[in-house]
């Protein structure tokens, strides 16, 4: 293995034939894969589909089932043991192919997540999935992201890198493009290296990528020990207990059934596959992976808005939330930075256009300036505005790109409307050394030569600025600083809801550099540069949605307590006043009283990401339910610690490792709508709940109670099973296709401890299952007795019971087949929410009724079933019968809406 942080850089680059100015061109990029692999490590291990198919028959019922159907072809006739085998079948096709929709939807959701990287390639930089790069590839890395691949340095400013994962250190290690590092230097100690799967705290890098996938270090550790990880949401873990505990309390009451119907004369086996039988209609088992396919197919159509869901537990909390904690820029406005106003040596200048070309002009008192001197204290703001920068502008298609942060952009722009050559003043002002921008340093800073000098360019907050300023540079002289002036001149700015840059500058000592803190003392102050961002149209909107919703909009910015208020007074985020408190506010106050004050903050102004964690926890230490977002490296802890962590989708991967969602367009109109998919997901997790139960509860009931009243079975076990295949088993995905009924948005949040079956659910679910035990036995009890049977007669009767049977099993059937309208909501009318507005429901209920149609009356399947053909007025009976739970479960709605009023 070569030793590659002791090889000289310009043999590195020989060797995968790049350039650090221009990185690879197309060839090379094909020829480096073909050497060197792609950088992919060992993907986590996807159950192959037959093991997914065994593990459906890896299921009590399932094996009771196959048991039965042994004993049953041994015993009895073994026309019903095939009965059974076909249920079993089937009953596992279905469950295996929900369960691999569920698992393929919830891989591709993880695909659209995948880690980017900025890379250099035939002189043009270009974002791609870190999955294709190769080595030779010249690579930017900055804070917050993953470093893609192993990587050696070629350019370097203050690189903080977090390699704990890979040498067990706690503490960042500085990294440095020129050090000299021996060859039989430790992991630890290659300060020219970055390895794959670290994290960038701090800085910015360059670099050559030397190894990809599992070439490099992580991939020589991870190759091995690859497993696949497992997602399961706390919802899922209380279905499953919540359904294990039914089956058990449905358990304990078949075998009182099954005791109580063999006293009664009843044979042990007939008894036994009656159990069976019940049990596989009673028991839930297939509930939890209902809830799984319907949170997939809930998640996958939210990706579909731009809102990626990373922990299925976030579904069922954005129901719950009560506050959502937004950034402003980008979120709440467009992020669409354009420069309207400058103050400079005490004057106010006007500048036009937007976007960033350079259409627009400077104007001073209403007339355009024709050309502007470098030195005076408009051109120095412009040119610390140019020059002090990592964003660039772009051709691209005929249109101007930003490559970079917007606000960078916007100040460019600015400088070009004065007619400066941007690239010239870059060759002509050339740059020593840079002091990236970080949020808790809020500037940055560069040194560039001129005239055989060292000048020192900052930009920044202007509370940053004001603190390094004892001059200010006029028309025509250096005066002494007039902080309180500086102030109000940005007050001002800021009260138009624009967001200020302040700029100064000074002259160092040829030893000096941008680290050193000495450097940014008696700076001279040049003038400050306001831009406008643009709310979003959508986000007014949304947030009088979340007002409707009951769900408070916070603003947590970075920007200056003005700007922040007027930003939030355009977008009405309260009704009343707007309360807004700042990061020096915070830091003066204690938990307590922050705890006493978050209730009634709108607004948090010039805040940093430390701060952002504790605004979290005092608002969760009021019961809140709280929604954050963030981008930031520094944002993660606070992204952790909210109940949903909302990472920007043009945000670090530390902040998207972090966050519960993603949200891909960055606009918080996406994650209010997120918030509302989660309470129509939610819905419909009770609707599948609903149905289940209450056609459970039906067929217990209608068998317990014929054997207490002392009737002949009125289904036998293999009408049972059937009866479970063609309502329970493809009946209950079509639910999770259920659209919003009304506006949920209307509603206040969802209480995060409520029951999976509220007081309402509850009773619709015992209502139902007597509806269906009333009807079924009145028409057995009808058929009986029109049929001629003899309730005195020892013996069974065969053709008036056959009849009764048949009646009772269509009835049944169709009763639960109509109960799945009644399940699409506890609450609204099926006339309100629309009987065909959910097509797959229509479709699947129409399979339904083919199947029982054909159960009757196709020759051979009726044998099976041991049922006879039903007459028009037969059918009409049964149909008329079960019908009515649509009817009587209206009334009930109706009944509880006006009683709730």
């Not at 902080?483 to 001149?489: G, I, L, N």
């Not at 700076?523 to 540069?529: D, M």
């Not at 009770?686 to 054997?707: E, Q, Y």
Request: proline share 4%; charged share 20%; aromatic share 6%.
């Amino acid at each position: 293995m070569k030793l590659w942080h002791s090889i000289p850089l310009p043999d590195i680059l020989q060797e995968f034939g790049s350039h650090s100015d221009d990185g690879l061109n197309a060839e090379a990029v094909d020829r480096s894969r073909a050497a060197y692999g792609a950088n992919e490590l060992p993907r986590e291990k996807v159950k192959p589909g037959y093991m997914l198919f065994l593990e459906q028959m890896n299921n009590p019922i399932i094996i009771i089932l196959l048991i039965a159907a042994v004993l049953t072809a041994i015993l009895a006739d073994p026309a019903d043991s095939i009965v059974i085998f076909v249920v079993v079948v089937v009953n596992t096709l279905i469950g295996y192919y929900q369960e691999n929709k569920a698992e393929a939807a919830l891989r591709a959701l993880k695909d659209l997540t995948s880690p980017t990287a900025r890379v250099l390639r035939h002189g043009t930089q270009m974002t791609l999935p870190s999955t294709e790069l190769v080595c030779g590839d010249i690579v930017f890395v900055e804070s917050g992201t993953k470093v893609p691949a192993d990587i050696r340095l070629i350019d370097s400013q203050e690189l903080m890198i977090d390699e704990s994962m890979l040498t067990g250190e706690s503490m960042h290690t500085l990294k440095q493009a020129q050090a000299d590092v021996a060859e039989d230097a430790s992991l630890g100690d290659r300060s020219n290296m970055l390895y794959s799967g670290t994290v960038v705290q701090r800085g910015r890098g360059k670099g050559v990528v030397i190894a990809v996938g599992v070439q490099s270090e992580l991939g020589q550790i991870t190759k091995n020990i690859v497993e696949a990880e497992e997602t399961i949401s706390p919802l899922q873990l209380r279905l499953a207990r919540f359904g294990k505990n039914l089956s058990i309390t449905i358990g304990i009451a078949i075998g009182v059934l099954f005791v109580a119907g063999w006293l009664q004369g009843n044979s042990l086996l007939q008894m036994f596959l009656t159990s069976v039988g019940l049990a596989v209609s009673a028991i839930p088992e297939g509930l939890p992976v209902s809830v799984t396919v319907a949170l997939s197919i809930g998640v996958y159509s939210m990706a579909k808005k731009n809102a990626i869901i990373r922990k299925l537990a976030a579904v069922e909390t954005l129901g719950s939330t009560t506050i959502i904690c937004t950034d402003k820029t980008g979120t709440l406005t467009e992020n669409a930075m354009t420069v309207t106003r400058i103050i400079a040596g005490g004057e106010t200048f006007v500048v036009t256009g937007t976007g960033y070309d350079a259409d627009g002009a400077i104007h001073q008192n209403g007339k355009p300036l024709s050309s502007i001197d470098h030195d005076s204290p408009l051109g120095r703001t412009l040119l610390i505005g140019a020059l002090c920068t990592e964003s660039r502008l772009v051709q691209r298609e005929g249109m101007v790109a930003l490559i970079g942060d917007p606000t960078e952009g916007a100040l460019i722009t600015s400088a070009m409307k004065a007619g400066f050559a941007v690239e010239e003043l870059a060759a002509r002002y050339p740059i020593v050394n840079i002091r990236p921008f970080e949020s808790e340093l809020q500037y940055m800073a560069i040194t560039i030569r001129r005239d055989g000098k060292k000048i020192l360019l900052v930009k920044g907050s202007i509370e940053k600025i004001l603190v390094m300023c004892n001059r200010t540079q006029t028309a025509d002289a250096l005066r002494p600083m007039d902080a309180a002036a500086v102030r109000a001149e940005a007050d001002a700015l800021s009260s138009q809801t624009l967001r200020v840059i302040a700029c100064c500058w000074r002259e160092l000592e040829e030893d000096a550099t941008v680290y050193d803190d000495a450097s940014y003392q008696d700076c001279i102050f040049s003038g400050l540069q306001g831009m406008y961002d643009p709310p979003r149209e959508s986000a007014k909107q949304a947030i009088a949605d979340c007002k409707s919703a009951g769900i408070k909009v916070i603003m947590i910015t970075g920007d200056h307590r003005d700007t922040a208020r007027a930003i939030a007074e355009e977008l009405h985020l309260d009704d009343e006043q707007i309360d807004v408190l700042t990061g020096a506010e915070l830091d003066e106050i204690d938990d307590k009283h922050l705890r006493g004050l978050c209730d009634m903050t709108e607004v948090y102004a010039r805040v940093t990401p430390m701060h952002k964690l504790r605004i979290v926890r005092e608002l969760q230490n009021r019961n809140h339910i709280v929604t954050m977002t963030g981008d930031g490296v520094n944002d993660a802890p606070a992204l952790k610690a909210a109940n949903i962590g909302v990472a920007m989708g043009a945000g670090t991967d530390v902040a998207k490792e972090a966050s519960s969602m993603v949200v891909l367009d960055n606009s918080f109109a996406s994650i209010v709508s997120a918030v509302r998919y989660g309470r129509v997901i939610f819905d419909n997790l009770r609707h599948i709940i609903l149905f289940v139960l209450s056609t459970s509860f039906g067929g217990v009931l209608t068998i317990m109670a014929s054997i207490l009243a002392g009737m002949p079975l009125p289904l036998l076990p293999a009408q049972l099973l059937w009866i479970n295949l063609v309502t329970d088993g493809i009946s209950t995905f079509p639910l999770a296709y259920e659209k919003e009924h009304g506006n949920v948005m209307k509603r206040p949040p969802r209480p995060f401890d409520a029951g999976l079956v509220p007081k309402e659910m509850l009773v619709t679910i015992l209502f139902a299952g007597i509806i269906m035990m009333l009807g079924t036995l009145g028409v057995y009890k009808w058929a009986l007795f029109n049929y001629g049977y003899n309730f005195l007669a020892t013996e069974l009767q065969g053709f008036p019971l056959e009849k009764a049977r048949t009646m009772a099993f269509v009835t049944l059937a169709l009763f639960q087949i109509f109960n799945v309208h009644n399940s699409r909501s506890v609450h609204s009318s099926l006339f309100h929410i629309g009987l065909f507005s959910n097509r797959p429901l229509l479709l699947i209920m129409l399979v339904s009724l083919s199947l029982q149609v054909a159960a009757v009356h196709l020759p051979g399947l009726n044998t099976l079933l041991r049922v006879t053909p039903l007459d028009l007025s037969e059918w009409t009976i049964c149909v008329g019968t079960s019908f009515s739970i649509l009817v009587l479960i209206e009334l009930k709605k109706l009944f509880t809406r006006r009683w709730s009023v």
